[in-house]
C-alpha cells in the first residue's frame, strides 16, 4: 500500500474532533508513518483542543493551504519533515513564505538531519530547526517546543487544556 493512501486510512481512523471541541489546527508534512503517529501521540496526550492534520508531502500541505477559503481558520503552526517525496520540506517553506495568508503562520523542520546548513537554511526563512526524538522519553519536551513556537495566545489556549 502506498504511504499516501497509508497516510489517508490513518487520518480516517483519528478523524478531526467536532469543531466545539478543537480550537487549533497543526499541519504536518512527513511521509514516514512511524513519525506521524509519533507526532499524534504527541499532541493526544498534551494537549486536548490540537488537531494534527497530516499530509504525505510538501505539495499535499501547499495544496490544502491554497483551498481554504478566506472564511477557514488557519493553522496555528505548521511542521514540515526536510526529505520527503514530490516536494521536499525546504521547498515547501519557500513557497510558504511567498504566500501572503501564511508567510507568516509559526513554522518548524521537524526533521532527523542534524546538519548545520539545515538549521540555516530554517532560520533564513524564519522557522524553527528540531531534530526528531530518539526516544519517547523525549517526546513531552518535543511537544513544548512545538507549541512553543505558536502565537501566545493559542500557546496559553493549549497550556490551560492541558490542566483541564
Do not use: W
Not at 520540506?89 to 518548524?108: A, C, F, H, N, S
Amino acid at each position: 500500500m502506498k504511504n499516501d493512501t497509508l497516510i489517508s486510512l490513518f487520518n480516517k481512523l483519528h478523524p478531526q474532533p467536532s469543531f466545539m471541541t478543537v480550537t487549533h489546527t497543526v499541519l504536518y508534512a512527513d511521509d514516514d508513518l512511524d513519525d506521524i503517529q509519533l507526532l499524534h501521540e504527541v499532541f493526544k496526550h498534551h494537549s486536548k483542543n490540537v488537531h494534527l492534520l497530516t499530509f504525505n508531502d510538501g505539495l499535499q500541505i501547499l495544496t490544502y493551504l491554497e483551498n481554504l477559503t478566506p472564511e477557514d481558520i488557519a493553522p496555528c503552526l505548521i511542521i514540515l519533515d526536510i526529505n520527503m517525496p514530490l516536494m521536499n520540506g525546504k521547498e515547501t517553506l519557500v513557497q510558504l513564505r511567498k504566500m501572503e495568508r501564511y508567510k507568516d503562520v509559526p513554522t518548524i523542520m521537524f526533521t532527523t538531519s542534524s546538519q548545520p546548513r539545515d538549521k540555516e537554511f530554517a532560520f533564513k526563512y524564519n522557522a524553527g530547526f528540531i531534530t526528531k526524538p530518539i526516544n519517547y522519553k523525549q517526546l513531552d519536551r518535543v511537544a513544548d517546543i512545538l507549541i512553543d513556537h505558536c502565537a501566545e495566545e493559542v500557546k496559553k489556549k493549549i497550556k490551560i487544556s492541558r490542566l483541564e
